[in-house]
């Protein structure tokens, strides 16, 4: 039975040419073909090269007889290569869409088939889909500008430096520990390392003392790391100061939704709730239905600040209607129920901050700063 063309899909010379990039580290698979009901072409290059890349999508209009004046569609999954890929297409005048692998439905048998030529073709084929009007077929990633995503990297170098400060800390304690020794760490701790007695009243062996003024040293350069970047302006420091008005936000917590949340476009409630993840999954299917908690699927870093800042806002903003309503529903529970009431009250004063950092409107009886 001959399987005739989906509405809207042309196989004639006017056609546009679909192509799909799996990317991998070291080669790139691509899949070209004009139609759902059409012959494929499958073609592998090396990662980045970019030159064949142009040349495949030559012979590709070729081989499937699409005119040189047709459009080029391409999708690939979001990744490591993170967006390079799809500005260099889009310079190219090839319309293409970064999509959310984690969005893309897959076989649920607990062994399938699982090649790069197969990611490659079930990608076509949804791409496809997706240009014929079938926009549930996956989620697209929204790629921001150049700009925006490089000030982004101010603060994740905060990030990084403060979690390796805490790391490295964190590793002289434990060294010191094994041996029975408490000690504040200060600047003149390079000195007393040799002189420092054990809980026995011995002195540190010479191999542990060694290595404890290896980790003062990478220590001491973290720190020199994280002043200088503390010094540096961000180009979200007006929003993060605006957010810092509010009683009960801190610094670091408004930097990180400023610069990860808030400089993203987002345009309406429902979008910065599923940009933080913290969104319920029901599951319901004939009589058995129950809650499987929040998605996760949104920022990390945002999720958990959020987290802390909701127990902070409760505690210093005991007026606003925020705290009231959690206070209403939760404050009378159980800790697990607490902890599930602070959850949704992170998720409305996401929303709320986001009003307030946009509009300039202040959530209902929160306090400002003197």
């Known amino acids: 039975m001959t399987q005739m063309p989906h509405h809207g899909e042309s196989t004639g010379s006017d056609a546009a040419l679909y192509m799909a990039v799996e990317l991998s580290a070291s080669r790139w698979h691509l899949a070209f073909a004009v139609g759902l009901a059409t012959p494929s072409r499958r073609r592998t290059i090396a990662a980045g090269d970019l030159a064949a890349l142009q040349q495949e999508i030559a012979a590709a209009r070729r081989r499937l007889g699409v005119s040189a004046s047709a459009p080029v569609r391409s999708c690939y999954e979001a990744g490591r290569d993170g967006f390079w890929v799809h500005r260099v297409l889009a310079r190219a005048d090839i319309r293409n869409v970064v999509v959310d ?151 670091r917590s408004a930097a990180v939704l400023a610069t990860e949340v808030f400089a993203r476009d987002v345009r309406n409630r429902r979008e910065v709730g599923a940009l933080s993840g913290l969104v319920p999954v029901p599951y319901q299917s004939g009589d058995a239905a129950r809650d499987q908690g929040i998605s996760r699927a949104g920022l990390k870093a945002a999720r958990r600040i959020l987290v802390e800042m909701a127990w902070s806002w409760v505690r210093w903003q005991p007026d606003s209607a925020l705290t009231r309503w959690y206070r209403a529903r939760f404050a009378t529970g159980g800790t697990r129920l607490r902890r599930i009431g602070i959850v949704a009250l992170a998720r409305k004063l996401l929303i709320a901050l986001w009003r307030y950092s946009e509009q300039g409107l202040v959530p209902a009886g929160a306090v400002l700063r003197a």
């Open 101 to 251: 692998s984690a969005s893309i439905e897959v076989n649920r048998r607990q062994r399938r088939a699982k090649t790069d030529r197969l990611d490659a073709d079930a990608l076509l084929r949804r791409l496809i889909r997706y240009w014929l009007g079938e926009r549930d077929q996956w989620k697209v990633v929204h790629v921001p500008s150049v700009d925006v995503e490089d000030a982004r990297h101010a603060e994740r170098s905060l990030a990084m430096l403060t979690a390796e400060r805490t790391r490295y800390r964190n590793r002289l304690h434990g060294l010191l520990a094994t041996h029975g020794v408490r000690l504040r760490l200060t600047r003149a701790f390079a000195a007393r390392v040799a002189t420092l007695p054990t809980a026995d009243g011995r002195g540190l062996p010479p191999g542990v003392c060694a290595r404890l003024l290896v980790v003062w040293r990478v220590l001491e350069t973290i720190e020199r790391e994280l002043t200088h970047a503390r010094a540096a302006a961000t180009p979200a420091a007006v929003r993060t100061e605006r957010l810092r008005q509010l009683k009960g936000i801190r610094v």
